[in-house]
C-alpha cells in the first residue's frame, strides 16, 4: 500500500501549490465551531487552524 500511495499528495497541499483556496476552515474550522456549539474547548485544534491560516495569509493565498 505504501508504494502504491507513495507519490499521492494531500487536497490542501495541492490546493496551497497551486495558489487555490483550501478547505481549512471547511475542515477544521467545522470541528471548532461544533465544539463551541457544545460548550467544549479544542485548544490544540484552534491552534492549529489558526497557524494554517496565519501561513496561508503569509503565503498571500486565500484564507477564508
Known amino acids: 500500500m505504501i508504494l502504491a500511495t507513495a507519490a499521492n499528495y494531500s487536497s490542501m497541499y495541492q490546493d496551497v501549490r497551486a495558489g487555490r483556496r483550501t478547505e481549512v ?17 479544542l485548544p490544540q485544534l484552534e491552534h492549529l487552524l ?9 503565503r498571500g493565498l486565500p484564507c477564508d
Not at 25 to 41: D, K, N, V
Not at 50 to 58: I, S
Open 50 to 58: 489558526q497557524r494554517l491560516v496565519d501561513n496561508l495569509r503569509m
Open 25 to 41: 476552515h471547511y475542515l477544521l474550522g467545522h470541528a471548532c465551531r461544533a465544539a463551541g456549539r457544545h460548550g467544549l474547548q
